[in-house]
Antibody
């Protein structure tokens, strides 16, 4: 069974740090990019960060750039999110998601479409004094 | 960053209705648009990718269309299990994705 299981959430004071983990199983982990997506209580989805299959490319939302670091260990089938300088507005349920890609070719050029097809149930981060 | 705007923000409809949700991008994103469904307390579920490709296992009453800046998700005949919140997401900017604010579909 294809599965993603997040862990590492908890309650932390403003300015503190947490490291989230996402354990993947049931698929070849290094065939896929991965993302972290969060949802504050009662709010919509916010993409937080993403990483390509080998960790060579990463991206961040402006709201977390410079504070969060995404990484992966393909030997351990695991994705991580190091969160520093946490703020109250980082309080949310954090999901990891698998990113397959579909390639199409037009006029001799390949186009790659990415999407998130498998999601974990999430881990809760609460930033409060 | 590319901004994604969904309309309406909420919608009331009845079982059997045909429903359309719109998503507009702040710049052209070609067909790099995905749709997700989320039910309370659950993780999002992929419905449509690349604007119009139906994810495996998703009922055929769901369809997506559009290109450039304007996209639609259509549910041809609402079923009780379709009442949920729907989100669009652009993947045009690699590793700089953004979601729409969501459309809550409620029972009339």
């Amino acid at each position: 069974e294809v599965q993603l299981v997040e862990s590492g959430g908890g309650v932390v004071r403003p300015g503190g740090s947490l490291r989230l983990s996402c354990a993947a199983s049931g698929f070849t982990f290094d065939d896929y990019g991965m993302s972290w997506v969060r949802q504050a209580p009662g709010k919509g989805l916010e993409w937080v960060s993403g990483i390509n299959w080998n960790g060579g490319s990463t991206g961040y939302a402006d709201s977390v750039k410079g504070r969060f670091t995404i990484s992966r260990d393909n030997a351990k089938n695991s994705l991580y999110l190091q969160m520093n300088s946490l703020r109250a507005e980082d309080t949310a349920l954090y999901h990891c998601a698998r990113e397959p890609r579909v390639a199409t070719m037009a006029l001799g050029t390949y186009y790659y479409y990415y999407y998130m097809d498998v999601w974990g149930k999430g881990t809760t981060v609460t930033v409060s004094s | 960053d590319i901004q994604m705007t969904q309309s309406p923000s909420s919608l009331s409809a009845s079982v059997g209705d045909r429903v359309t949700i719109t998503c507009r991008a702040s710049q052209s994103i070609s067909s790099y648009l995905n749709w997700y469904q989320q039910k309370p307390g659950k993780a999002p579920k992929l419905l449509i990718y690349a604007a119009s490709s139906l994810q495996s296992g998703v009922p055929s009453r769901f369809s997506g269309s559009g290109s450039g800046t304007d996209f639609t998700l259509t549910i041809s005949s609402l079923q009780p299990e379709d009442f949920a919140t729907y989100y669009c997401q652009q993947s045009y900017s690699t590793l700089r994705y953004t979601f729409g604010q969501g459309t809550k579909l409620e029972i009339k």
